[in-house]
T-cell receptor
Framework: EPEVTQTPSHQVTQMGQEVILRCVPI?????FYWYRQILGQKVEFLVS????????KSEIFDDQFSVERPDGSNFTLKIRSTKLEDSAMYFC????????????FGDGTRLSIL | AQSVTQLGSHVSVSEGALVLLRCNYS??????LFWYVQYPNQGLQLLLK??????LVKGINGFEAEFKKSETSFHLTKPSAHMSDAAEYFC??????????FGAGTRLFVKA
């Protein structure tokens, strides 16, 4: 079964540095998402992306965050200047065109800010 | 606004006993409902989903859930717990099929 893949599995970065988290969604999917899970807390929606633009974003997704689909396969989340509180598990998800289909999640990238 | 409430952050059952994880939701539009399971240091795996049609849905690993509109509930059950069921379970709602809103999660412990 096709999967959403995320790299790296663990990223350690100094506070203030830029970080890019990478995702390869399922190939025929059209909707892409990023979620965040701070250790011990619930999974929180960050942003959704469709037709090469952001379709919705949460209040967490401030100017320090950006997303991009640089080619036909990758979907990236960039954090411009990381803060300690950005430490979390970041999940990418994708969905096909039908609204009643579930989102498929990757295994996540654990981001640790020092 | 849409939201999901999972009753009980921790549930402990004996191996072979019934598993019942409770979930209530609110949604201003007909919801799509999901249960995901997360094993330690892993991603989110879809257990089952409800979109339309039959209100009792069966998922993987022997789990099932029943959508009760009148109670705005989508409780997850399994007749007989197995040690391998120990994990975190998330109920989620996707109003109209867009972003997914997760509950806080319920950690299931299974005692031998």
């Amino acid at each position: 079964e096709p999967e959403v893949t995320q790299t790296p599995s663990h990223q350690v970065t100094q506070m203030g540095q830029e970080v890019i988290l990478r995702c390869v969604p399922i190939s025929n999917h059209l909707y892409f998402y990023w979620y965040r899970q701070i250790l011990g807390q619930k999974v929180e929606f960050l942003v959704s992306f469709y037709n090469n633009e952001i379709s919705e974003k949460s209040e967490i997704f401030d100017d320090q965050f950006s997303v991009e689909r640089p080619d036909g396969s990758n979907f990236t989340l960039k954090i411009r200047s990381t803060k300690l509180e950005d430490s979390a598990m970041y999940f990418c998800a994708s969905r096909d065109r039908d609204n009643n289909q579930p989102q498929h999640f990757g295994d996540g990238t654990r981001l640790s800010i020092l | 606004a849409q939201s999901v409430t999972q009753l009980g952050s921790h549930v402990s059952v004996s191996e072979g006993a019934l598993v019942l994880l409770r979930c209530n939701y609110s949604s201003s539009v007909p919801p799509y409902l999901f249960w995901y399971v997360q094993y330690p240091n892993q991603g989110l795996q879809l257990l089952l989903k409800y979109t339309t049609g039959a209100t009792l849905v069966k998922g993987i690993n022997g789990f099932e859930a029943e959508f009760k509109k009148s109670e705005t509930s989508f409780h997850l059950t399994k007749p007989s717990a197995h040690m391998s069921d120990a994990a975190e379970y998330f109920c989620a709602v996707s109003p109209g099929g867009f972003k997914t809103i997760f509950g806080a999660g319920t950690r299931l412990f299974v005692k031998a």
